[in-house]
């Protein structure tokens, strides 16, 4: 379980072992610097109240949309300055995806975890171009991988020299437009030694199921997230908005700011249960 795993410590907070379940959340993009840093004070300020640790996370580009018209963010260069902006001004890590080599170089300059996109998880020049920065790397396992074939990945990583490796189980394909989260996955991730993320909010995807975007059933999210932690999960990545139906990616998957409260709570409490 997650006692045998590593302890991995990013900008001072600890993720693996016995250590306090790690929130990671944010918007799914950034759709302005207002917003997003309106959102991470708000982030912030409720990580304090129910005493969990956060990593704060949002994309600068979402390089995967189903569509050409759909919104990709601000770009690689003003969306790292707004992401450091808000590590500065809250003092949180910040958690971000790349997606490409000269990406990765850019993002370790100012990023304390680098997160490489399930699609991406594979590439090697990515994967090893994020070791070598020595951030925190963390990797999203693919829909198209077994949870074991993630050794490959983690090897790839290790021979950077880099072990501050996180794994983050975001579900498996299932059929056409559709994805199961397989929780058995979880504790075999976790045999590997590192610390490992449920994605709660990208595991309820339906890939492609709006016809033009990807829909979902946020409103499961809760459902896994709480499946999760009792499963051992080291953390629980999650995206939320404000105003989920106003959001320009991942509308349908989005947990509401003003649910996270409580459900923050209920997987604490898990948590305790499980580590007790």
């Known amino acids: 379980m997650s006692k045998q795993t590593k302890i991995i410590t990013v900008s001072g907070l600890k993720v693996g072992g016995r250590q306090p379940l790690l929130a990671i959340a944010g918007p799914c993009v950034i759709e302005s610097q207002r917003g997003c840093m309106d959102l991470a004070a708000r982030l912030v300020d409720l990580a304090v109240k129910v005493d969990i640790p956060l990593i704060f996370k949002a994309s600068y580009d ?4 189903t569509s050409i018209d759909s919104y990709r963010g601000p770009g ?7 992401l450091a902006a808000i590590k500065q001004k809250f003092n949180v890590p910040v958690i971000t995806d790349v997606h490409t080599p000269e990406e990765a170089e850019k993002a370790g300059k100012m990023i ?6 399930a699609f991406l998880c594979r590439q090697t020049d990515l994967v090893v171009a994020c070791g070598e920065t020595g951030r925190a790397v963390s990797v999203k396992k693919g829909q198209f991988l077994a949870p074991w074939d993630i ?3 983690i090897g790839k990583i290790e021979s950077t020299g880099n072990k501050k490796i ?14 199961v989260a397989d929780m058995r996955s979880i ?3 976790q045999e590997r030694g590192y610390p490992v993320i449920f994605d709660a909010t990208h595991s309820v995807q339906r890939p492609g199921g709006g016809g033009g975007f990807t829909s979902g059933d946020g409103a499961l999210a809760p459902y896994l997230a709480r499946a999760a932690v009792a499963a051992g999960s080291n953390g629980i990545f999650m995206e939320t908005h404000v105003n989920p139906q106003r959001a320009l990616s991942d509308k349908d ?15 604490k409490a898990v948590r305790d249960a499980v580590c007790n």
Do not use: C, H
């Open 62 to 65: 979402k390089a995967n949309r």
């Open 76 to 82: 690689v260069d003003e969306g790292l300055d707004i």
């Open 112 to 117: 304390d975890v680098l997160q490489v996109p």
């Open 151 to 153: 050794d490959p990945i």
């Open 166 to 179: 996180l794994m983050t189980e975001r579900g498996s394909s299932f059929g056409y437009n559709n994805l």
């Open 187 to 189: 504790p075999i991730m």
């Open 253 to 267: 998957n989005a947990i509401p700011l003003r649910q996270l409260e409580k459900l923050w709570r209920q997987l």
